[in-house]
């Protein structure tokens, strides 16, 4: 991660086996259900991959740079007109519970841009960790990522 205060992050312990919420990062038939609508693929080191938001007509280009299975993952992606990237970090606490540790950095602008970023993105992430704790480990599915943001007040 780059040392500066210039990031997002946000954390959580998943009360599950870290391969199991590992996985749910990388295959879309899991990530759909607390994320993004659609993607191209499982996630692989060195690959592209393109993730939508059909609620949002919103679709990105994912670099993934780094996939060490049940350990990180680091990709690149398209953050408000600018490339920034994403290290998903997963730490086994015991064979049942998985703290997942996301930092988000690379913004650049005016303070105003920059902290308006952080604050989103910090948001964002802290709604998918909450939506995959409730689908891991209830069987919930809470469309937080969809609700933050209803078509009837459109989306910023």
């Given at each position: 991660?780059?040392?500066?205060?210039?990031?997002?992050?946000?954390?959580?312990?998943?009360?599950?086996?870290?391969?199991?919420?590992?996985?749910?990062?990388?295959?879309?038939?899991?990530t759909t259900q607390f994320w993004f609508t659609h993607s191209q693929g499982k996630l692989e080191?060195?690959?592209?991959?393109?993730?939508?938001?059909?609620?949002?007509?919103?679709?990105?280009?994912?670099?993934?740079?780094?996939?060490?299975?049940?350990?990180?993952?680091?990709?690149?992606?398209?953050?408000?007109?600018?490339?920034?990237?994403?290290?998903?970090?997963?730490?086994?606490?015991?064979?049942?519970k998985t703290f997942v540790s996301i930092v988000n950095y690379g913004f650049s602008g005016t303070n105003e841009e920059i902290i308006s970023t952080i604050r989103d993105?910090?948001?964002?992430?802290?709604?998918?960790?909450?939506?995959?704790?409730?689908?891991?480990?209830?069987?919930?599915?809470?469309?937080?990522?969809?609700?933050?943001?209803?078509?009837?007040?459109?989306?910023?």
């Open positions: 991660m780059k040392k500066s205060n210039n990031f997002a992050h946000a954390a959580m312990l998943i009360r599950k086996p870290i391969a199991e919420v590992f996985e749910a990062f990388t295959n879309p038939e899991i080191e060195g690959k592209t991959t393109e993730w939508t938001w059909e609620m949002y007509d919103l679709s990105i280009e994912v670099d993934i740079l780094k996939l060490t299975p049940n350990e990180i993952i680091i990709f690149e992606w398209e953050n408000r007109g600018q490339k920034t990237k994403v290290e998903c970090e997963f730490k086994s606490l015991d064979k049942y993105s910090t948001g964002g992430f802290s709604w998918v960790l909450a939506g995959l704790k409730a689908y891991l480990e209830y069987g919930i599915k809470l469309n937080l990522t969809a609700d933050r943001f209803p078509k009837e007040i459109g989306f910023h």
